[in-house]
């Protein structure tokens, strides 16, 4: 289906965006210790929600390509997670593991965060704690999305 295609190709691309903004996150939180300026930190904060951003959105053409339901309601932050780690019958497989499901949901917590509080009274802590594992979470979720770019391909 050429849709199916086209959504890929999408995937692929949004993936490129995402790992930009995990390895921009990563720099800014390296400047922020090495020039003991805590700027950077806001930087770093704005580019981890752009990495769950993007992952937001893949979730979102998936749910609305292949399943045809957006998800939607009071809590509909959390639905794109839950729907994408849950197999479709007759569908499509899940998407992504629940154990990255509940790993993506941190970061969708702090994009929350982001959207909803003034940076300077971010927990650096957090942020480290984060940035620490960002490209770990980042390798895996792309090798979850790149093998269901090659069952949309197959399809």
């Given amino acids: 289906m050429n849709r199916y295609l086209t959504l890929a190709a999408r995937i692929r691309q949004e993936l490129s965006d995402v790992r930009k903004s995990a390895e921009r996150a990563k720099i800014a939180r390296e400047k922020a ?3 003991a ?3 950077y930190l ?8 752009g990495f769950y951003t993007g992952l937001e959105r893949i979730f979102e053409l998936i749910a ?5 339901v957006k998800p939607s309601g009071g809590n509909w932050h959390q639905e794109p997670l839950k729907q994408m780690a849950t197999e479709v ?12 499901g509940e790993k993506l ?9 982001v959207r909803n509080v003034y940076t300077h009274n ?11 594992r960002v490209e770990t979470i980042f390798i895996d979720t792309e090798s979850e999305l790149m093998a269901f770019c090659s069952f949309l391909e197959a399809v």
């Fill in 105 to 113: 949901d941190e970061y969708r917590a702090f994009r929350h965060i």
């Fill in 37 to 39: 300026d805590s700027l």
């Fill in 42 to 49: 806001d930087s770093a904060a704005l580019n981890l929600h």
């Fill in 64 to 68: 609305e390509t292949v399943d045809e």
């Fill in 89 to 100: 019958p007759t569908v499509r497989p899940a998407v992504i593991s629940q154990e990255l």
């Fill in 122 to 132: 971010f927990r650096p802590e957090r942020l480290k704690e984060l940035i620490e």
């Fill in 33 to 35: 210790e090495k020039e």
